[in-house]
């Protein structure tokens, strides 16, 4: 693809001898169809999703570099079986570690930022959660406005901490000029966050989602998830019995309802960056983690397999259309025919992504919490 080797003096090629373990792969597991950055640079022109590894771990561990994370994940992932023959997958290797901290979020800002701009959807293989700061300012670089999501068991907000794991979500959310219009927060644990830091948030008018809320309705979520740009989920959101390099927490979402999460941001048209992060190598146990994430890895093509079917907003006709009026407010509603999502019209007149519940909620003359939210962040002074 014209222009994207820029990015190759910040990658390390992959070594697939090493992954799988001698044997090679067979016709019908994932390693023999992905486009791998080995003896020579992809093509990625046909690429769905793009594979970056970036093992860094020093915002995360005080004195730590680089860990194998990226590669067991791929180790894993390459000898999955490949069912979505319409999702195509290149892999451009490790991001090289900068000699501070700063130049590796440079490091995985260009290449990020160049994938993107030639329409690819970018999934980082990390490292430590702080990580998502290099997702982050590829956007902030072409000064692009976001939605923003997290999933997360705490809200990295922690200024008292040194490590950039425990705080990153502070320069992202309120340093200036800022570029991210909405943010959402997804799976937090309640005994991790203190009171007045939600008083905070919601203030600012960002939404958090308590794990306990999120799992009893997971499917509230996709909504949420397909209105964003930049998806991050960090692994302490994953129960330690389903990813036991978890530390942090024995609690938080199954192992299905991660898969789940990241189907959903395979779903959605606007999520061009996902990050997996916090993971670890030398935590895990019989590799039980990296096999997770790359089930996580397998939903997400799933996800893009699904996503494809939908047709644009613009093509009326695949849609059911409602019109209504709440609290005699009159708003619009729209079903896909073809996979049953719904929009609703927000208060500035947009299509953004909503639930069945909230069409129901509107037929019952209350006014959908979604549509509230909105209509907040659309009156608040930017």
């Known amino acids: ?18 992954l799988s373990e001698d044997e090679g792969y067979k016709d019908t597991q994932l390693g023999k169809h992905i486009a791998v950055n080995e003896e020579y640079f992809p093509d990625l022109e046909q690429a769905d999703m793009v594979l970056v590894g970036c093992g860094e771990s020093r915002g995360f561990i005080a004195g730590g570099n680089l860990n194998d994370g990226p ?24 991001v090289k570690p900068g000699a501070t901290l700063q130049d590796t979020y440079g490091a995985l800002r ?55 794991a425990d705080h990153f979500l502070m320069e992202m959310l309120v340093s200036e000029p800022n570029f991210v219009k909405h943010y959402n927060h ?63 927490t024995p609690n938080g979402f199954n192992g299905e309802e991660a898969c789940t999460l990241m189907q959903y941001a395979g779903m959605s048209t606007t999520v061009n960056t996902i990050g997996l992060y916090g993971y670890l190598p030398q935590q895990d146990e019989h590799n039980l983690t990296a096999k997770q994430l790359s089930h996580m890895l397998w939903y997400l093509m799933d996800g893009i397999s699904k996503g494809k079917q939908e047709a644009p907003l613009a093509e009326r006709d695949s849609f059911n259309e409602y019109r209504m009026a709440f609290t ?29 519940f909230d069409y129901l909620s509107a037929s019952q003359n209350n006014i959908p919490e979604r549509w509230m939210r909105s209509a907040e962040r659309s009156s608040s002074p930017s």
Request: net charge negative.
């Open 71 to 94: 590669n067991a994940i791929r180790k894993e992932f390459y000898s999955l079986f490949k069912w979505h023959t319409d999702v195509q997958v290149a892999d451009v290797g490790n």
């Open 110 to 164: 260009s290449v990020v930022n160049e994938l993107i701009e030639h329409k690819k959807r970018v999934v980082i293989l990390g490292g430590s959660h702080d990580l998502t700061m290099g997702q982050y300012k590829a956007y902030s670089h072409k000064e692009q406005i976001i939605e923003a999501t997290c999933v997360d068991a705490k809200i990295d907000l922690n200024m008292d901490s040194v490590l950039p």
């Open 328 to 356: 005699e407010i009159q708003t619009t509603f729209l079903q896909s025919k073809k996979t049953g999502r719904w929009w609703m019209e927000a208060p500035d007149g947009k299509m953004i992504a909503c639930s069945h």
């Open 186 to 248: 997804i799976g937090f644990q309640s005994y991790f966050v203190h009171p007045t830091m939600l008083e905070t948030i919601d203030k600012l008018r960002f939404d958090c989602y308590r794990v306990g809320r999120v799992k009893e309705n997971i499917e509230e979520m996709e909504p949420v998830i397909r209105n964003s740009n930049l998806f991050s989920f960090d692994i302490s959101a994953i129960q330690h019995s389903h990813a036991p390099a978890n530390r942090v």
């Open 1 to 18: 693809m014209a222009g994207i080797t820029t990015i190759l003096d910040f990658l390390e090629p992959v070594n697939l001898y090493e």
